[in-house]
């Protein structure tokens, strides 16, 4: 008995430990913040979970030292007190003054740096002309456009967004349907996309790498599988992703490739998906034109594979069941020749 | 046993399309009606570039089967064939809110709100009109 306690025990140390290890670091962490709005709230954070922590300690302190200093039992039948002793009531009220005082100061420094905090994250957003991004939420994936004044280098893509670091980014956030929630832990804070209405929220990353984001407002069924990754890296390799997403669609080469394309043009897939520079132009389902590109599909459900790829044409719904594609029955050859049409697609 | 009975023949049983009973079916063929732009021609359902789809007119018949092919044959005069373009049980969701628009559904199937301009009363509180044949418009 005593032995699997202790066995018990032992395991939720550890799984506590690994539990902890694991907070310190990753992509999808508020508290491993990788620019200045996440550093932001995490600073915000410690604050309040430091005071917040000390407060807890001193009045539990400061209640077994009242539980220990009692003075024996009550006595019930005595003559009430009509006069309590001057002194010690004195002592008393100023007690009671110093942690009322004590308590409305730190109260006051929360709000303040609350308040400045929220400030520094919504202040500068007019200046920050850097890159505009127009995020729109669909159940259950992530429309990408990237603004320009010329009109010829707005592109579209989904479920992965590059940034280049450093610089401030400007998302504006709409949705097609319902509402959703735009949330990357380690560069900003949530912000929802509400249909009718567009919100802004601007972030930046400050060190190149992969960044998970999640929608963080129950949306559906496949709430929990709307996720998107952000992509920071050094500015020219940004420069050379963003020449290369302006380019329509490459031609296909192989003869399967072609076949592909045909088989693309005259199924259901055109009914809802666009490659840009061929006659698929619908904007219902996320823009294929430079597919092969991206690392996920499906919102970052799976990894962009062959095999993943033709299992999802064939019958999506066993990643994400109750997702708005339909099953599609394509004869193997089609199938094959579509997948490695899509495959070119860099 | 034989498929030879006495007397007249009977009447031709029904075609009965499984979405007509469902409404998430109803509501989902209202989400393609715009999202596969049948609402370019036909509005919606007041008619404009195609005939109006919320009348008790129907060229072609009022039942699913009529329907269905419609949209996957074509007719003539501009409506385009979607065979192969739109899965089946699609087809069957579109059949069914087509129904809904001039009130041929339950009202406990017909989608009961528009997702964004309120053009017209939802479907759930279309009154039922009486289908009657029509001919096509003069050209």
Not at chain 2, 100 to 105: D, N, V
Request: proline letters at 7%.
């Amino acid at each position: 008995m005593i032995e699997t306690r202790n066995t018990t025990l032992k395991i939720c140390a550890a799984l506590s430990f690994v539990l902890c290890c694991t907070s310190c670091g990753g992509i999808h962490n508020a508290l491993n913040p990788t620019g200045p709005q996440a550093q932001n709230l995490s600073r915000l954070w410690w604050l309040f979970f430091i005071v917040c922590s000390v407060v807890f300690v001193l009045v539990m302190i400061a209640l077994l030292l009242s539980l220990r200093n009692r003075t024996g039992e009550p006595q019930v039948a005595t003559a009430p007190v009509i006069e309590p002793p001057a002194e010690q009531e004195r002592k008393r009220r100023n007690v009671v003054i110093s942690a009322v005082t004590i308590t409305v100061i730190i109260l006051f420094v929360f709000l303040i740096a609350s308040y400045s905090a929220g400030r520094s994250m919504t202040a500068e957003l007019e200046h920050k002309n850097g890159l505009n991004i127009e995020l729109t939420g669909h159940q259950w994936w992530w429309e990408v456009r990237y603004d320009d004044v010329d009109a010829s280098n707005i592109f579209t893509t989904a479920n992965e967004i590059h940034i280049p670091v450093g610089v401030p980014v400007t998302f504006s956030l709409k949705a097609a349907d319902v509402i959703h929630s735009f949330w990357v832990p380690n560069l900003a804070g949530k912000k929802d996309l509400i249909p009718g209405k567009i919100n802004t929220i601007w972030l930046q990353a400050d060190k190149p790498g992969v960044y998970r984001g999640q929608c963080a407002e129950y949306c559906g069924l496949q709430h929990a599988r709307m996720a998107l990754w952000i992509v920071a890296e050094p500015q020219e390799q940004f420069n050379a992703w963003r020449q290369n997403q302006t380019q329509t669609s490459v031609t296909p080469a192989s003869d399967s490739q072609k076949r592909g394309q045909q088989v693309f043009l005259t199924s259901t897939c055109v009914m809802c998906h666009a490659i840009n520079g061929t006659p698929a132009g619908s904007n219902i389902g996320p823009n294929l034109t430079h597919v092969a590109s991206r690392n996920m599909i499906a919102a970052a459900t799976v990894v962009n594979t062959r095999e993943h790829l033709a299992q999802w044409i064939i019958d999506s719904q066993q990643y994400k069941p109750g997702n708005k594609m339909p099953q599609n029955n394509l004869s193997d050859a089609d199938l094959q020749s579509l997948v490695e049409y899509l495959q070119s697609l860099k | 046993m034989s498929d030879i009975h006495p007397g007249s023949p009977g009447m031709p049983q029904p075609v009965q399309n499984p979405s007509d009973q469902r409404a998430f079916d109803t509501n989902e063929g209202k989400r393609l009606f715009t999202q596969y732009n049948c609402s370019g021609c036909h509005f919606n359902g007041g008619g404009g570039i195609g005939p109006p789809l919320m009348d008790e007119k129907w060229i072609y018949g009022e039942n699913p089967e009529n329907i269905y092919s419609t949209i996957v044959e074509g007719r003539p005069n501009g409506m385009p064939s979607f065979r192969q373009k739109i899965p089946d049980n699609q087809v069957q969701q579109l059949v069914a809110y087509v129904r809904s628009m001039s009130g041929q559904l339950r009202k406990d199937v017909a989608p009961t709100r528009n997702d964004s301009m309120n053009a017209r009363r939802s479907e759930q509180r279309t009154e039922r009109e009486t289908p009657r044949r029509s001919s096509p418009p003069p050209q």
